[in-house]
């Protein structure tokens, strides 16, 4: 899930990736090859938006912690957490996240290992759309602002904060 998330991402840079719209969603489709993944391209149109709110809220972790605490803490973050409970701010979120850092989550990630083999998944997930370019990629400059959405270039300089080290 948190793949989807960099692909909007990367497509959007400017954006939250939380949740794409229909003109960045028709740019991604620009990036999907139906043998690319492996994965029906209309499974992951109708999936994409679900699939990048919940990397949206794995990337919270990763962005507090740096990308290993997802491997650490994927024993207990549960597909039904995420989806359903899992909030980005608010005295619950700022309470479990003062746990996690009581307990050096992002020390813990950095020093096992998990933060550079994270970082390491997440490029290696994003390598098939490293060099592919959606058509009307240099037309940026003559795009409206409501078209901002839809500026493809892929960068895949994503934001892990403490990843590497």
Not at 11 to 38: D, H, Y
Not at 41 to 66: H, Y
């Amino acid at each position: 899930m948190l793949m989807w998330h960099d692909l909007v991402k990367a497509v959007a840079p400017g954006r939250s990736g939380k949740r794409p719209g229909n003109l960045m969603l028709e740019n991604i489709k620009g990036f999907i090859q139906p043998n690319t993944l492996g994965i029906d391209p209309e499974k992951i149109a109708s999936e994409i938006r679900r699939w990048s709110l919940i990397g949206w809220k794995l990337n919270v972790f990763c962005d507090a912690f740096g990308p290993g605490a997802l491997i650490h803490l994927g024993h207990v973050l549960t597909m039904s957490f995420i989806e359903n409970k899992f909030t980005a701010s608010g005295k619950p979120h700022d309470e479990a996240f003062a746990h996690l850092r009581s307990l050096d989550l992002g020390a813990v990630a950095k020093n096992s290992g998990a933060d550079a083999l994270g970082h390491n998944i997440r490029q290696l997930l994003m390598a098939p759309f490293e060099s592919q370019d959606a058509e009307g990629s240099d037309d940026e400059d003559e795009m409206e602002d409501s078209d901002a959405e839809a500026t493809v270039g892929l960068d895949l300089g994503m934001k892990t904060t403490g990843a590497q080290g």
